[in-house]
């Protein structure tokens, strides 16, 4: 059987698209799966209380601290720890949840906590009295409450507030502040567009078309924000799904090269090599050894 990296959607059947579940109960129902690379189209919280595990996003070994809080974005390829035990409880949600307006939408592209663009991000919880902890502890008490009129609102309300002092607190911790203006606002709407559209856009000219602005205008804002022109940040998103594939599916190269949107293999053998100096076979097989 084909290995594939294993994709989730969210749990059907329960009241509203947000579920607050321990982690004790996600290695009892997903015990394999969360083992295994696997990715996610939701939002995640992971509120790691005790234990020091380390947890893989995107080929990025997370040492985590206890009492800590990881947010990881849709989408992204993670592994947890199976030979480290640790404790700790996970919200899940949606954009179909959360964004119920154009102002909640541009809230959650523009947080610093899905969009970091230097680091994922990692907050330890302060050790007396933390509000994120009370704000946690609110949400998890409206959950049992029946639905009613009332209740997924009162949930974003307290997620809000919870992603707002979460916010607060990572600026305290080891942050590097980016200045909210046009540039950055442009880069991360880039950056979303290139998310949805890279297998079958990989010309700037259509990004551009999409954001209404000219290739100089782009180039200014990725050039402040990531310090990389609009075709390297393009170049990193198919090599960072490339290698994705490469390394965590059983898929043949020529399938991963029609999954990426090359109709000719040696196109997409001639692409990663030129970035990467390997071929992609080279780079599964030094993956595969470490």
């Keep these: 059987m ?14 509203q698209e947000f579920e607050i ?7 009892n129902e997903f015990s394999e799966e969360i083992k295994k690379p696997h990715r996610a189209e939701f939002y995640q919280i992971l509120w790691f209380q005790k234990g020091s595990p380390t947890h893989f996003v995107d080929f990025n070994p997370i040492k ?3 009492n800590s809080l990881l947010f990881v974005n849709k989408n992204s390829v993670q592994i947890f720890d199976n030979k480290t035990k640790f404790k700790g409880k996970a919200i899940l949600f ?11 939408t541009k809230f959650l592209r523009s947080s610093i906590l899905f969009n970091d663009l230097l680091s994922i ?3 330890e919880l302060p050790k007396n009295n933390s509000i994120i902890e009370t704000v946690f502890e609110l949400l998890e008490t ?5 639905k009613d009129n009332y209740q997924s609102d009162l949930l974003r309300n307290d997620l809000r507030n919870l992603l707002l002092h979460s916010e607060r607190e990572r600026r305290k911790q080891d942050f590097k502040e980016l200045k909210k203006d046009a540039n950055l606002e442009q880069a991360l709407y880039f950056k979303t567009l290139l998310d ?11 990004y551009c078309q999409e954001l209404n602005i000219t290739p100089k205008r782009l180039n200014q804002s990725t050039s402040k924000i990531f310090g990389k022109t609009p075709k390297n ?5 198919v090599l960072l799904e490339s290698k994705r594939l490469l390394a965590h599916t059983s898929e043949s190269i020529k399938e991963i090269s029609f999954s990426l949107g090359y109709e000719e293999l040696t196109n997409f053998i001639k692409y990663f090599k030129k970035h990467t100096n390997k071929t992609p076979v080279e780079f599964r097989a030094e993956f595969n050894v470490a």
Aim: hydrophobic fraction near 30%.
């Design 2 to 15: 084909k290995e594939k990296i294993q994709k989730y959607d969210f749990k059907e059947g329960l009241p």
């Design 21 to 27: 579940i321990d982690f004790d109960l996600l290695f």
């Design 64 to 66: 985590i601290k206890p």
């Design 94 to 104: 949606t954009d179909s949840f959360f964004c119920k307006t154009e102002t909640d």
């Design 121 to 123: 991000s990692q907050i």
């Design 142 to 146: 409206e959950l049992k409450n029946s």
């Design 196 to 206: 949805d559209n890279f297998v079958r856009h990989k010309r700037v000219s259509f």
């Design 233 to 237: 940040i393009i170049d990193d998103r």
